[in-house]
């Protein structure tokens, strides 16, 4: 199946500062979304980009498929950004609903 | 807020015990998964249901068995679970496409087996 790393594992930043996580995946993909897990354990969705770019408020992502790779931008970071960071891909091939997580980025944000 | 429900949100069980988690979706998904979450790991795919059939199982022990009354609703029955079962149980909801389909995460039903 689909592979998917994702770095750093785990990151702290100071909060205001800016960060990058990134996620690179093995095969072409139908589908790639960006999580952010709370600690009570739901997972939200940050974006859907199987490619191009997208911006939400404090935070963008940009998936260039054709190089396999996905990053997640966090500016100007706040302690409620903390948490796990997860990107899942639905890969293209092995049979579509079959979405496989990375193992995650775990954020903290310091005051 | 989710729109994915799942309940109960903590249940605690004997091994001998017999119990359900629930969920439930009003977004006229056709798709519905449960996914399995372990301390420190990513979640793990178990079940999809397509149009309320069982469209893959990923080997996943009989001591789990799922069930789709309807187009809104999943069930997970639970029998003669094993401590290392005790892990976070996440529902989910997706339209159904060949192109790709976005995944909606309930907040999880966190499962301890004493």
């Known amino acids: 199946g689909i592979q998917v790393e994702q770095s750093p594992p785990d990151l702290i930043l100071q909060e205001g500062a800016n960060s990058t996580l990134r996620c690179n995946f093995s095969?072409?993909?139908?589908?790639l979304q960006w999580f952010h897990q709370n600690p009570w354990g739901q997972l939200i969705n940050l974006f859907y980009?199987?490619?191009g770019t997208k911006q939400n408020g404090r935070l963008s992502a940009t998936t260039v498929a054709t190089e396999r790779y996905s990053l997640l931008y966090i500016s100007s970071s706040q302690t409620t950004d903390s948490g796990v960071y997860f990107c899942?891909?639905?890969?293209?091939?092995?049979?579509?609903?079959?979405?496989?997580f990375g193992i995650g980025t775990k954020l903290q944000v310091i005051p | 807020d989710t729109e994915v429900t799942q309940t109960p949100k903590h249940l605690v069980m004997g091994m001998t015990n017999k119990k359900s988690l629930k969920c439930e979706q009003h977004m006229g998904h056709r798709a519905m998964y449960w996914y399995k979450q372990k301390a420190k790991k990513p979640p793990e795919l178990m079940f999809v249901y397509s149009y309320e059939k069982l469209s893959i199982n990923e080997s996943v022990p009989s001591r789990f068995s799922p069930e789709c009354p309807n187009s809104s609703l999943l069930n997970l029955h639970l029998h003669a679970l094993q401590p290392e079962d005790s892990a976070l149980y996440l529902c989910?909801?997706?339209?159904?496409?060949?192109?790709?389909?976005?995944?909606?995460f309930g907040e999880g039903s966190w499962l301890t087996v004493v």
């Open positions: 899942a891909v639905e890969g293209r091939s092995g049979g579509y609903q079959k979405v496989t």
């Open positions: 989910a909801s997706s339209q159904i496409s060949t192109l790709g389909n976005t995944i909606y």
């Open positions: 980009i199987p490619s």
């Open positions: 095969d072409s993909v139908n589908n």
